[in-house]
């Protein structure tokens, strides 16, 4: 059965202006509160809680600097948090700043995909036909990381922003917020070239086309020109965070990232659920991704992209966080969704909550998350 978007069916009404602030609250108090309560009831910090994983090296970045190996993330969010922190006087711990600041980009996204929606300016993949778009983004496993401390909320109002701007045939908006997406993550440069292609689709000429698509081109170029100059100047390199993402797990060969598909390297022993779990999340990415290439070929393209760069980590162990992001592909397959039986629908939100609120509190009790 093809996840392709039908003609919405009679009884699946457009989202109502409350569903997305709703859902977003609901998302919210959950996941606050579920910090506070794994908190209180394990005696852990809460603002231990927040700084895990990539969000303490986050940390490390704002409060430290640029050390090997913190060159493999890319300096837009931890630059954008430090200045937040010194315009509040430079004492509040950075990840309780990095809260601030992706809490409101997550509510910002929200409030710009919702008025553009019901103004009719957003088209296709880029806005949710149904509430259950808007809950399969809310909920997807990793969504925590859209209003903690990391990239993912920052960049899904950029990434958001370009995309809209770009179908809308804004050049320059849409080259603005490209550049910024090409500082924050290495999706940046799929989301060039989408909106290049988005740009591009709605001429009527090839030439015009060609134009259209090189032009935004030479501008995301111009912004990746200007990364690589930032790290020539601060680290001797231009290249140097490429190189650091070679201190986390990555495969020699084009058969070791094939083989990773079916957990066939050799760190994979024995039986990994929530490994598996992320192939699962991986696999039904992979059929949405398709869907949608059928109907948008950009943003299509995008999701695959986006999917097939984890392949050289040797597995899907990050799928959970790099999904997080893309907000197409979870749209669409919600939508989709909300076309089916009753029993079907409430079967997966339950399924959804549940992995959302395991992957929350993982998170919070520092075990694997992304």
């Known amino acids: 059965m093809s996840l392709s978007p039908q003609a919405p069916s009679p009884r699946v009404a457009t989202p109502s202006v409350w569903a997305p602030w709703g859902l977003t609250v609901a998302m919210l108090v959950h996941h606050f509160g579920l910090w506070a309560w794994t908190s209180s009831s394990r005696g852990i910090p809460l603002l231990q809680m927040l700084d895990r994983w990539d969000s303490n090296l986050y940390s490390r970045l704002v409060t430290e600097g640029y050390t090997w190996p913190l060159w493999a993330f890319l300096p837009l969010y931890p630059g954008t948090v430090w200045l937040l922190r010194q315009g509040l006087g430079g004492t509040l711990p950075p990840q309780l ?221 990050n799928a959970f966080r790099f999904g997080a992001v893309l907000f197409p592909v979870l749209f669409l397959a919600g939508d989709w969704l909300a076309t089916r039986p009753a029993w079907v629908r409430w079967t997966v939100a339950v399924l959804c909550v549940w992995l959302n609120h395991k992957v929350t509190h993982a998170y919070a009790i520092g075990r694997w998350a992304y």
């Open 97 to 317: 700043v990095g809260c601030l600041l992706s809490t409101p980009c997550l509510l910002a996204f929200v409030a710009w995909n919702t008025r553009w929606s019901r103004q009719g300016r957003l088209v296709g993949a880029l806005t949710a036909g149904t509430g259950w778009g808007w809950f399969l983004l809310l909920y997807s496993p990793a969504s925590f990381t859209l209003h903690s401390h990391h990239t993912e909320g920052l960049f899904l109002l950029l990434s958001f922003g370009a995309l809209a701007f770009a179908a809308r045939g804004a050049l320059l908006s849409s080259a603005v917020l490209v550049a910024l997406c090409v500082w924050t993550r290495n999706q940046g440069v799929f989301v060039a070239i989408t909106a290049a292609l988005l740009l591009a689709g709605r001429e009527p000429s090839w030439r015009s086309r060609a134009l259209r698509f090189a032009a935004l081109g030479a501008l995301a170029l111009l912004a990746f020109g200007g990364l690589l100059a930032f790290e020539w100047a601060r680290a001797g390199d231009p290249f140097m965070f490429m190189k650091a993402q070679r201190e986390w797990n990555h495969v020699d060969s084009v058969w070791g990232a094939v083989r990773g598909l079916w957990l066939g390297n050799p760190w994979h022993k024995g039986f990994n659920g929530w490994l598996l779990l992320r192939h699962a999340f991986g696999a039904l990415w992979l059929a949405a991704a398709l869907a949608l290439l059928r109907r948008d070929r950009a943003l299509g393209l995008y999701a695959l992209l986006s999917l097939l760069v984890m392949l050289p980590q040797g597995d899907l162990g």
